[in-house]
């Protein structure tokens, strides 16, 4: 029987693609926590990551909440069922972790203080988060 976690992710998952028959979610327990394995049919995994992992990070946002409901530490993978064995498909943690591409050295300093002050925004922003009591 699935627990609410495995639940949850299969009904959020499967509103977003088009084969919902084939989402599986399989989950493993270990020091880091809740370890949820999704996989879903390899013309979807696209719509599960969305663009620069925008629709992974919120489901793993959403995640976080239910742990926090739930005293528990929440990680997902999303696993590419059609590649070779093993591969896996990792969204971007947070937009602050993308490479700039080169630029002048005034311009690199300038985006290195954003990318401080969004991942202080960030960090702040889930300190918030993890303070709701759900």
Request: proline fraction near 4%.
């Amino acid at each position: 029987m699935a627990t609410i976690d495995q639940q949850f992710v299969e009904y959020i998952v499967k509103t977003l693609v088009n084969s919902p028959e084939k989402v599986e979610v399989e989950r493993k327990i270990d020091e880091k926590g809740v370890l949820l394995s999704l996989s879903v049919d390899p013309e979807d995994v696209g719509r599960v990551i969305g663009k620069r992992g925008a629709t992974a990070q919120s489901i793993r946002t959403l995640l976080r909440a239910l742990g926090t409901k739930n005293d528990a530490r929440y990680n997902l993978k999303i696993v590419n069922t059609d590649a070779p064995e093993g591969e896996v498909h990792e969204a971007p943690k947070a937009k602050n972790e993308e490479t700039p591409e080169p630029a002048a050295t005034d311009e690199i300093e300038d985006a290195e203080e954003e990318k401080s002050d969004l991942a202080e925004k960030t960090r702040q922003e889930l300190e918030d988060l993890d303070d709701l009591d759900i």
